[in-house]
């Protein structure tokens, strides 16, 4: 049976759910933020570098992971209208700006500042946990400050090493920065994190920050003991006299779990202060077993200027993995790693530009949804919300803005723009 088809000639697109994130965005005053913070990056021109950005904000979203993937809203009839843009540039032309933006730290990081900042003011958010962790991106070509380091998804590549403090709560990226693929990650940690806490500490009433094994020192311990709201839980290398220790400890199961924990306090903090000593112990199995290993267990250590119960220090301790999902998904979803170039302010800006888009929507998330939708990540809700049909009709001289919302109720997107409008 032949089913008879139409063509028929309608100025939709396909990304018209992006109305979401372009309200969000007028909303929050994103342009003059943009332009308050970076000032005149260069002369005029007839592309603004703020539209740049919303068009790459816009292109990530929608699935890009090239630079060159603006150039699909090219011939896209709302897109346009959507951000306000008369044309879609090129790539070129958006790099130029980017030069530009890569080489202002400061400015970018004041940016995430002031987007977090004011999502924890709308949102009554006194007490926060941040999660600070580095990823390895690996290239294929030669990049500059691309360079042979750890990466453990490619080892021996040249890659980039990208360092992150997300907030638990609010799943939004506080700061960022990229580095050259030789850099360790607990290089310059603390300068990485003693801007957060000198901005944060004093507008909240408690910061909780964790970090694994690989960040450790004593001196990043005495910063945040520096701080009389600054709590935190970092993992502790297993040197020899840790060994030693916690192989003579006494240890206890809770709530008939097979692990068993302990704990040993010294005063060895700031002012005499305690750091707890928080140990986990699990029996190893068969295949498992070390030809040198004379243990039947395996060990974890935390240290932490807060005093628990060892198994809810733990349990708390173990919330950071969620930030290495975060870290998946915006490799996977937001192009990081993917968006790249010789030049390696441009990549940091493209960098900053992946974990931007993550912030933006994370404050959407902690806005506009409810129950289950904040669960959602970014390729679901590109399914679900972002990838909808939309497009303009003006009628007696007033247009209005059409979606074919197919997979979301009518009166949930209502609630969602009252929410976002609300904001």
């Given at each position: 049976m032949k089913t008879r088809y139409e063509i028929i000639e309608t100025k939709a697109s396909p990304f018209g759910g992006l109305y979401v994130i372009s309200e969000f965005l007028h909303q929050i005053k994103f342009p003059n933020l943009?332009?308050?913070?970076?000032?005149?990056?260069?002369?005029?021109?007839?592309?603004?570098?703020?539209?740049?950005?919303?068009?790459?904000l816009a292109s990530i979203v929608a699935g890009g992971e090239r630079l060159y993937d603006i150039q699909r809203f090219s011939d896209d009839p709302v897109i346009g209208e959507l951000f306000a843009i008369d044309r879609i540039p090129r790539d070129t032309t958006v790099r130029d700006d980017l030069l530009l933006i890569g080489q202002r730290d400061e400015e970018r990081q004041e940016l995430l500042f002031q987007l977090n900042e004011l999502l924890f003011a709308k949102q009554n958010i006194r007490s926060i946990t941040i999660d600070v962790d580095g990823t390895a991106t690996p290239v294929d070509g030669h990049q500059e400050s691309a360079e042979k380091g750890y990466c453990p998804a490619e080892p021996g590549r040249r890659c980039f090493q990208s360092l992150a403090a997300f907030c638990d709560e609010t799943q939004t990226v506080i700061s960022e920065q990229t580095r050259s693929g030789?850099?360790?990650?607990?290089?310059?940690?603390?300068?990485?994190?003693?801007?957060?806490?000198?901005?944060?500490?004093?507008?909240?009433?408690?910061?909780?920050?964790?970090?694994?094994?690989?960040?450790?020192?004593?001196?990043?311990?005495?910063?945040?003991?520096?701080?009389?709201?600054?709590?935190?839980?970092?993992?502790?290398?297993?040197?020899?006299?840790?060994?030693?220790?916690?192989?003579?400890?006494?240890?206890?199961?809770?709530?008939?779990?097979?692990?068993?924990?302990?704990?040993?306090?010294?005063?060895?903090?700031?002012?005499?202060?305690?750091?707890?000593?928080?140990?986990?112990?699990?029996?190893?199995?068969?295949?498992?077993?070390?030809?040198?290993?004379?243990?039947a267990y395996t060990y974890r250590v935390i240290v932490s200027n807060a005093a628990h119960q060892p198994h809810v220090a733990f349990r708390y301790y173990n919330g950071r993995g969620r930030c290495e999902k975060s870290i998946e998904?915006?490799?996977?979803?937001?192009?990081?790693?993917?968006?790249?170039?010789?030049?390696?302010?441009?990549?940091?800006?493209?960098?900053?530009?992946?974990?931007?888009?993550?912030t933006l929507i994370g404050m959407v998330r902690c806005v506009a949804f409810r129950t289950?939708?904040?669960?959602?990540?970014?390729?679901?809700?590109?399914f679900i919300l972002f990838s909808t049909i939309g497009y303009y009709v003006t009628h007696a001289r007033k247009t209005v803005y059409r979606l074919a919302l197919s997979r979301v109720g009518h009166w949930q997107f209502k609630f969602i723009m009252q929410r976002i409008w609300a904001f």
């Open positions: 943009f332009n308050t913070i970076f000032g005149k990056l260069r002369r005029h021109r007839y592309y603004q570098p703020v539209d740049n950005i919303n068009l790459i030789s850099t360790h990650c607990a290089h310059g940690i603390i300068d990485f994190m003693k801007p957060i806490l000198d901005r944060l500490s004093p507008k909240l009433d408690q910061i909780m920050v964790r970090l694994d094994a690989g960040f450790y020192s004593h001196e990043l311990l005495d910063l945040f003991e520096s701080y009389p709201n600054v709590y935190y839980e970092i993992g502790v290398p297993q040197h020899q006299w840790l060994q030693t220790k916690i192989r003579s400890l006494c240890y206890k199961s809770y709530h008939h779990s097979h692990r068993e924990y302990s704990s040993f306090a010294y005063g060895e903090g700031t002012d005499g202060g305690f750091r707890y000593y928080y140990v986990e112990r699990t029996p190893r199995n068969d295949r498992q077993g070390d030809l040198f290993e004379d243990t998904e915006l490799k996977n979803q937001y192009a990081l790693g993917k968006m790249v170039s010789g030049n390696f302010f441009v990549t940091k800006a493209l960098y900053w530009l992946s974990y931007l888009t993550f289950h939708m904040r669960r959602y990540r970014m390729r679901r809700l590109r």
